[in-house]
Every structure is written in C-alpha cells, then in structure tokens.
C-alpha cells in the first residue's frame, strides 16, 4: 500500500480512539471540565502529563533543530528535562496541597487579589497562544504532506478534531485522550528510531547506536563531523553559542517548564498531593524516553541527508525530496546550470524561508524569487527532518504513516492543554471569580465551551499563518513563563513576605520586558522594520534565552516592591505556612 493510504488507516484508527475516548468520557460538572475530577491515578496522570508535554515542538522540531544546531542544539534538552524536576520538587506537590483549578486561581487567592488574577490571566493568555501556535503549525505540516491537502484544510481538520475532545470532556476527555496520544505519539517516535540505528550501526538501541560505529569502522559522530566540515559548516559536536546565551537559554526553558499554566493544571487532577509527586516523577520518565531518542534520530537524519542530497543530480533525486519541494518545505536553487543539487554552508536561504515564483525551472524544480545569484542553493526547513528521517532511510511505508500519526497525536494532545488552559482562565478566573460570581455551574460549564470555541478559531488562524520554525516560537512562550509565572508561584511558596503588590509589580514588569524583547529582536516591529542583529542583543543573549533576565528582573522587582509595601494578611501567611507542611505533620518537638 502507498504511503498514503497507510496514513489515511493510521490517522483514521487514532483519530476514532480519541472521538470514543471522547464520548465516553463527557464533563458532567465544572470540576470534572476542569480537573478531571480530582480522581485522575498517577500512572494515568504521568502519561497524560508527558503527552500535554511532548508537543509539536518535541515530536516533530526538536530532533530537527538539533540536527542542524548540533551541540548548540543541546539546550532544548537540558532545559526541558531539567524544568521537570523543578517542577517535581519545587511546584507540583504545594500546588496540588493548595487545591484550586488553575494558576490565576493560585495567584489570585494567595496574593488576595482580583488585579493579580486579572494580570495572571493575561499572561496566561499570552503564554498559551504563543505555544499553541507551534503546535497548530505542525497540524499543518503532517496533514499537508501526507494526506495531500491543503495547508489550510489540514489546520481546519486538526481543529475539529481537538474541538470535539477538549469541547465535549474538557479536562476530564482530555487526558485519558492524552494516555492514548502518549502511547501513540512514543510508538511513532522509537519505531523509526530502532530501524535506522540497526540500519546505519547495527545495534538497535539509537542511544547507543548514535555513539557507535558505521560501516567502514568510523564512529558515526566521527563521520558526521567530516561531512560538515567538508560542506562549509562548523563540526556536528562543536558549538558556536556563547557559554552564557547556553546557560541563559537552558534556564529559561528551566523555569518556563516550571511556570507553564497548561502543565502546572495537570498535577490538579490526582486526588492526593503525594500522587502529584508521583506523577511528576513518571511523566519524567516517560518524556526521558523520547528526549533521550532526540539526538540519535537528529545525528541519523542529518547524516542521512547530506549523504543523499549532497552533489546528487536533481533529475535522479528520490521522490520523497519532490514530495517536500512542492509543500514548500524544500527549496533547491541552480544558479550554475550544471542539475546538481549543492549543499554548502553560506547560503542565501540559510534559516529564511523561501519565496517561489509560479514557475518551474529545466530540471522541474520549482523556482524561488529571493535565492542569490552567486551559487547552487538548498533549503531545508527543519521541522521535517523528523517527519521525512524514514523516507530518506528508505523504510517500509506503514512506518512514514507511523510518524504521521504520532506527530498528530503530539500536536493535538499539547492544543487541546492550551485551549483548556486559555478556556478556564477565561469562564473560572474571569467570568466565575471576578465579572459574575453567581454564575450557575451549568452557565460557567457553558461559557468554557464558547471559551475554548474561540480560543480554537484563533489558534487556527496561527496554523495558517505561522510565525517560524515549532520549537523556535515555543522557546518564546517558555521565555514568557519563565518571566512571568515562575517568580510569582516560587516566591508565592517559599517567601510568606511576598505580597499582592510585589507578584502585580514583578509580573507585569517581567512579561512586559520579554515580550518587547521578543517583538524587537524577533520581529522587528518596533522602530525597525527588520529583527535586529544578534550584534545588538543585550549582554549578548538571544531572545530565547532572554526570559532568564527578565525572570531576574521579576524576582527583583517583586521583593523589592513587597518589602515597601504592607506585609499579606496573617490569613494568608498562615495559608502559606500550610501548604508548606506535609499532610499529617505535626509541630517539630525537641528530644
């Protein structure tokens, strides 16, 4: 059967497991919309957990920004793993013991005040929707590809899929939807993995195939270094990121994990807090598996790649290259005339998207309108190194339909977390908490649905107009929770000092730094009409990484402002002394 046939049985089969999942697990009250309940198992919970976590951004971007950052690339996983354990040390068990539905729903509670769930709804709203562009984009790309539909069509038929299981079960349909997206989406991502570690090294296990030998007895790292430097590129295992834009990049998505409202919610549905613990631990466990998988299949897909495409004939080139040329994925430019494809460092197109013209050239390529006239170029988007990694590995076609589907699976899972989260922050702490208090549960269950309707439209919308590469507009939303939320609920936590003024103050001044941050150094809508040069970012730090100064700044503001001002309720001190306490601890006593 042909590729595509495959993917229309394997998309199908899921798509029906999450509809059933779906119907059978309807929301009946707010709570259950909400969090599921409260009577979600760990084991269920940490496969949910890790499937909200292991979006578009890991399945389907990560590997492959790896594979064309190489040691750079390292960040994404140091950080993303490592914002776990924060979270299961420093976040998880203390939200849970507090026990309310959402972030703004800590925040406003425990700094008692309207303003500062009103400014936590915001960043709420902020952070989601910057994510959940990532994902929406990668709907498109899975369903432009290999369903052979439009673009947009696809992004229209990713979100009536989540509408159907975030609408009819809220957090409750959501998640066991998300224990089936879990099995899904890491099935998808070891198969090809073990195929292609056995097929370059002979040993199954990527892990260990990523450090061995291929054939001819060159270790396979070895032999990528080579390829690279031969090419023009700096080597695989070197890098050109500063050590400070590391460290301030890892950070970042260290505590943006941490801070991150969609994944924060989720240790709202066991039923104890030792429980929230426990999840925590196994949904670090099963994300290990795929993160650890990451850098085998970006070391085999670049090498790979370059071994196929590199000084190859256009005419003779494999169909999967063709097939990803005419999504706009792939661009080759021939600018000498000679029909070989060149893959060389210093292209014009490096990391800017091409701009086709309606023609085609002699060799049938398609033709681009802003490549240079000094030499042969090549574009390679680099959110399909992952989806293309078996095509290029020549592997059977059920298993290229795999990868769809998985990549589906993580891209749904992740949207429907964010559109839960922008749903509640909206009916619960807008509408519940602060514009109608004496709203029915029936009308709040109501106004989450409508809620997350629109959020749906407008996270498509992101989808059809994406804003880059996955994993680089979701970094961004780390960054924004890191400079927003993190600071708020840590110090919320630990520091019995911090008051209402301090968490407003530190918020808005940390959200407002980043986002302009972003804006100047990423879009280049404010005063200049181009993204700034990496010359002019500040202590030489990339927008990336930048949350971790304007999570700094937050701290610094947020306890400078708190100790000027009135100290929080006794109330509220005592509140914060609780949730500190383990469950059935008494008062320490002298021996």
Known sequence: MSVQTWTWILVGITFALYFGIAIWARAGSTKEFYVAGGGVSPLANGMATAADWMSAASFISMAGLISFMGYDGSVFLMGWTGGYVLLALLLAPYLRKFGKFTV?????????????????????????????????????????????????????????????????????????????????????????????????????????????????????????????????????????????DVFAITLALMVGTAGLPHVIVRFFTVPKVKDARKSAGLALLFIAILYTTAPAIAVFSRTNLIETVSNKDYQEIPAWFKNWEDTGLIAWADKNGDGKIQYLAGSALEGKKPVFTEARGTNGERLIANASTATNELYVDRDIM????????????????????????????????????ISTSISHDLIKKQLKPNISEKGELLAA??????????????????????????????????????????????????????????????????????????????????????????????????????????????????RFTAAPPKDVQDLVENIRIPSGAGEASSH
Request: charged share 10%; aromatic share 12%.
């Open 104 to 244: 703004p729903d800590f925040i406003g509670d425990r700094y008692y005040s309207n303003t500062a769930r009103t400014v936590a709804v915001i960043c709420a709203l902020i952070v989601s929707f910057t994510y959940v562009a990532g994902q929406m984009r990668g709907v498109g790309i899975v369903f432009s590809q290999f369903l052979q539909v439009d673009i947009t069509v696809g992004v229209i038929i990713g979100m009536t899929v989540v509408l159907i299981f975030a609408f009819l079960g809220g957090m409750k349909g959501i998640t066991y939807t998300q224990v089936a997206q879990y099995c899904v989406l890491i099935f998808a991502f070891m198969v090809p993995a073990f195929f292609i570690s056995m097929q370059m090294t002979g040993n199954i296990i990527p892990q260990i195939g990523m450090g061995g030998k291929v054939e001819g007895g060159a270790f396979l790292l070895d032999k990528l270094d080579t390829l690279h430097t031969q090419l023009g590129f700096n080597e695989y295992t070197s890098g050109t990121k500063s050590t400070w």
């Open 386 to 421: 992952v989806l293309a990694n078996p095509e290029i590995a020549k592997l059977p076609n059920w298993v290229i339909a795999l990868v769809a589907a998985g990549g589906l699976a993580a891209a749904l899972s992740t949207a429907a977390g964010l559109l839960l989260v």
């Open 449 to 562: 649905r409508i809620a997350i309707f629109v959020a749906i439209i407008i996270a498509g919308l992101f989808g059809i107009y994406p804003p880059g590469f996955v994993a680089a507009v979701v970094a961004l939303a780390f960054g924004l929770a890191a400079a927003s939320f993190f600071p708020a609920i840590i110090l919320g936590i630990f520091d019995k000092r911090m008051n209402k003024e301090g968490a407003i103050a530190g918020m808005v001044v940390g959200i407002m730094l980043m986002l302009f941050y972003m804006i100047r150094y990423k879009t280049g809508l404010i005063w200049v009409l181009d993204p700034l040069p990496k010359s002019e970012w500040w202590f030489g730090t990339s927008p990336e990484g930048f949350g971790t100064i304007a999570m700094f700044v937050n701290v610094v503001v947020s306890i400078v402002v708190s």
